[in-house]
C-alpha cells in the first residue's frame, strides 16, 4: 500500500493550492480516503474525509467552506483544493486510507507573506 502526495508550495495568504494524492496497493475504489495535517510538535490533525463513492464528505471546522475534498477513482486519486489559505494552514499534509497503517511521505505546505 502507498501513498503519494504532491502539490504542496510557498503560497501566499488568500491564495490556492490544489494537492494530489495518489494511492496504489490496494483497491481504492472501496476504501475512504483522508487527509490529515501535521505541523511540528503537534500531532496529525484530521482535515477531510470522503467515502469510497463520495457520498459522504466531512471537514474539519478549521477548513470548512474553504478546502474541498475529491476524488476520481479511475485514478485512484484523491484531491484537496485549498482556497482562502491561512499562515494556519502551514503544516505537511498527508493522505491515507484509514483502514492501512500506511502513511506517505506528505507534501509541505506553507503559507506566507
Known amino acids: 500500500v502507498k501513498f503519494v502526495e504532491s502539490g504542496g508550495g510557498l503560497v501566499q495568504p488568500g491564495g490556492s493550492l490544489r494537492l494530489s494524492c495518489a494511492a496504489s496497493?490496494?483497491?481504492?475504489?472501496?476504501?475512504?480516503m483522508r487527509w490529515y495535517r501535521q505541523t511540528p510538535g503537534k500531532a496529525r490533525e484530521l482535515v477531510a474525509r470522503?467515502?469510497?463513492?463520495?457520498?459522504?464528505?466531512n471537514y474539519a471546522d478549521s477548513v470548512k467552506g474553504r478546502f474541498t475534498i475529491s476524488r476520481d477513482n479511475t485514478k485512484n486519486t484523491v484531491y484537496l483544493q485549498m482556497n482562502s489559505l491561512k499562515p494556519e494552514d502551514t503544516a505537511v499534509y498527508y493522505c491515507?486510507?484509514?483502514?492501512?497503517?500506511?502513511w506517505g511521505q506528505g507534501t509541505q505546505v506553507t503559507v506566507s507573506s
Open positions: 496497493g490496494f483497491t481504492f475504489s472501496s476504501d475512504e
Open positions: 491515507k486510507a484509514p483502514r492501512f497503517a500506511s
Open positions: 470522503i467515502s469510497s463513492t463520495s457520498g459522504i464528505i
